[in-house]
């Protein structure tokens, strides 16, 4: 998944920006393998896959770039799958009932993150409206986002 999410952002770049984008996202996709064998690795990964597009939005300057929410879900995504692949390489097995849970909570993940980003780009381009509509929307993005943090947060650590 971060080997097409670099195809992908390398593939909407500008001429200028498409090789570097692409660079950076192949070293994050060849980083995520190794980090199901060394998992502090996975935080290289993420940040030079989203290196290439903060390199893309640096070098074509988009208005409002709607495609923020499909990197992000990406990113999430592979964190997860990652972290996953890591447990079930590993020596412990996983438990029972997990070979569906575990696929449906990050498939779930990821859709809630694809969600919750079109909900903030929604808020950021209805910024130059003001009323009470606009503070509700915003409101429940900012609560959805810290449910979502706090549900991270208590997940237990790979290995404890």
Do not use: K
């Not at 190794?34 to 290289?44: D, I, K």
């Not at 606009?134 to 900012?142: K, L, Y």
Request: glycine share 10%; with cysteine; hydrophobic share 65%.
């Amino acid at each position: 998944m971060a080997l097409g999410l670099a195809v992908w952002l390398a593939l909407v770049a500008s001429d200028d920006a498409a090789a570097p984008v692409l660079i950076l996202g192949v070293i994050g996709a060849l980083l995520a393998a190794a980090a199901v064998v060394w998992p502090a690795l996975l935080v290289l990964a993420l940040a030079m896959s989203g290196s290439g597009y903060a390199l893309l939005l640096g070098v074509d300057e988009p208005p409002l770039d709607v495609r923020v929410a499909g990197v992000a879900a990406c990113l999430l995504v592979v964190g997860e799958l990652v972290g996953w692949a890591h447990e079930l390489w590993s020596t412990t097995r996983d438990e029972p009932g997990g070979e569906w849970r575990r696929p449906t909570w990050i498939a779930a993940a990821g859709a809630g993150a694809l969600l919750l980003v079109w909900g903030l780009l929604a808020i950021v381009d209805l910024a130059r409206v003001e009323g009470l509509a606009v503070e509700a929307v915003g409101a429940a993005c900012a609560l959805a986002a810290l449910l979502v943090v706090r549900r991270l947060a208590r997940r237990p650590a790979a290995g404890s």
